[in-house]
């Protein structure tokens, strides 16, 4: 299984000031198709994970244009432009490339 | 709207079964595949099994092989986790998820199997 490794595990963040969040794969997620199939999520206290970012870089509908997801082959970045209260939670980074679908070990987001 | 509502989890003791249920709805369900995921008290997300759209094809994490087992019945949009001889380490929030393209793109709102004497 390929495994999926974050960083920082904690992040202390100020209100209004950027984010990043790392993830590291132990393999290439460049699928045979040419894509790349990374996903990201994040899960606020008490809720069901919702997904932010799919395919590396794409925002699903309704997610504000703070977040970004970039990156290559094997190292990916979330980057959230200016934190605000409701961000606070655990993100969690997803390979879809390989059987079976692994996850990161979560990244937990609060504020200062 | 899509939607993913899981039931089914409760109290077990060790060795006992239960059957989960994800009902879907606001999508054709028989085109999706769905995938189980669970989350351990204060863990992270880990990958449990995933049944493709018309069930001809499933798939399991290694440490529930044998004992779990995923269906589904596309007449009722209702994907289920039978869980026999379950372990303490089954415990955990149990999501069902709608599979789109190498990615999750629903979740429900999970519901709690706790394993315990």
């Known amino acids: 299984d390929v495994v999926m490794t974050q960083s920082p595990l904690s992040l202390p963040v100020t209100l209004g000031l950027p984010a990043s969040i790392s993830c590291r794969s132990g393999r290439s997620l460049v699928h045979s198709d040419g894509n790349t199939y990374l996903s990201w999520f994040q899960q606020r206290p008490g809720q069901s994970p919702r997904r932010l970012i799919y395919n590396l870089s794409n925002r699903d509908s309704g997610v504000p244009d703070r977040f970004s997801g970039s990156g290559s082959v094997t190292y990916f970045t979330l980057k959230i432009s200016r934190v605000e209260a409701e961000d606070v939670g655990v993100y969690y980074c997803m390979q879809g490339t390989h059987w079976p679908y692994t996850f990161g070990q979560g990244t937990k987001l609060e504020i200062k | 709207e899509v939607q993913l509502v899981e039931s089914g989890g409760g109290l077990v003791r060790p060795g006992g079964s239960l059957r989960l249920s994800c009902a879907g709805s606001g999508f054709t369900f028989s085109t999706y595949g769905i995938q189980w995921v669970r989350q351990g008290p204060g863990k992270g997300l880990a990958w449990v099994s995933y049944?493709?759209?018309?069930?001809?094809?499933?798939s399991y994490v290694d440490s529930v092989k044998g004992r779990f087992t995923i269906s589904r019945d596309n007449a009722k949009n209702t994907v289920y986790l039978q869980m026999n001889s379950l372990r303490a380490e089954d415990t955990a929030v149990y999501y069902c998820g709608r599979d789109f393209f190498y990615s999750v793109d629903s979740w429900g709102q999970g519901t709690l199997v706790t394993v315990s004497s």
């Open positions: 049944i493709i759209g018309d069930g001809s094809s499933t």
